[in-house]
């Protein structure tokens, strides 16, 4: 398990060390292989820890460098978000209300987050969708949260294309105008650890907020 997080964290990291092997390796068949990776984060809440933000990113630069084409990354990644979010909210809606704690779903979900989660969900609605594919973990559990509530499904559907055009679009596209700049190029695990950084504090204020409001 311990060497399962290692690697994670170390593809994460040095992710663009690992596409420059898969592009090798793979070719055109490494639109595929990055597809299935975003679908599969925004898919399956139960994977809410693979990379996002730094992947989308780290192809844009190859994008830029001719390595991969923009228009088919930016096509990939979009129909892989909203594909991956449509299938999570109806997860959600079929199974939603009946995890327990102590059952195997139940134990595969991280029910802390999914709380903060359904917390966010109630407290922002359907903009929640929006706002959460820029914040790394809730944004998996958000269209599950979604579809257990049972919201109108063209309702989600309408801010879930809108949150991927946003996200896959503003993501790639930095990659592609700023990754192959000097001081960026030179320093690629650091700024993936920053952009990593800067996603995650919207959540961790959106959790001391709620923390205050509980408290008082």
């Given at each position: ?78 129909f892989a978000a909203v594909i991956g979010d449509s299938l999570n909210y109806e997860i959600g809606k079929k199974v ?89 190029k030179e320093n690629f695990s650091t700024v993936l650890i920053v952009i990593i950084f800067l996603s995650v504090i ?15």
């Amino acid at each position: 398990m311990i060497s399962m997080i290692e690697y994670i964290i170390s593809f994460i990291v040095h992710i663009d060390q690992h596409l420059v092997e898969i592009i090798r390796d793979f070719g055109n068949w490494t639109y595929g292989i990055l597809f299935a990776i975003v679908f599969v984060e925004t898919g399956l809440v139960i994977f809410p820890f693979l990379p996002g933000d730094s992947l989308l990113f780290a192809a844009g630069t190859f994008a830029a460098i001719g390595s991969l084409s923009l228009p088919t990354l930016l096509l990939v990644f979009f129909f892989a978000a909203v594909i991956g979010d449509s299938l999570n909210y109806e997860i959600g809606k079929k199974v939603g209300t009946t995890i327990r704690p102590g059952t195997l779903m139940g134990k595969m979900i991280n029910q802390e987050k999914m709380n903060k989660a359904e917390a966010f969900f109630n407290k922002h609605g359907g903009k929640t969708i929006v706002i959460a594919r820029f914040m790394p973990f809730i944004r998996t559990f958000i269209p599950f949260v979604a579809g257990a509530s049972r919201m109108k499904y063209s309702y989600f559907l309408m801010y879930n294309i809108v949150g991927a055009a946003l996200w896959v679009g503003s993501c790639t596209l930095l990659g592609y105008f700023f990754g192959n700049i000097p001081i960026v190029k030179e320093n690629f695990s650091t700024v993936l650890i920053v952009i990593i950084f800067l996603s995650v504090i919207p959540a961790f204020v959106g959790f001391i907020k709620s923390r205050k409001s509980t408290t008082s």
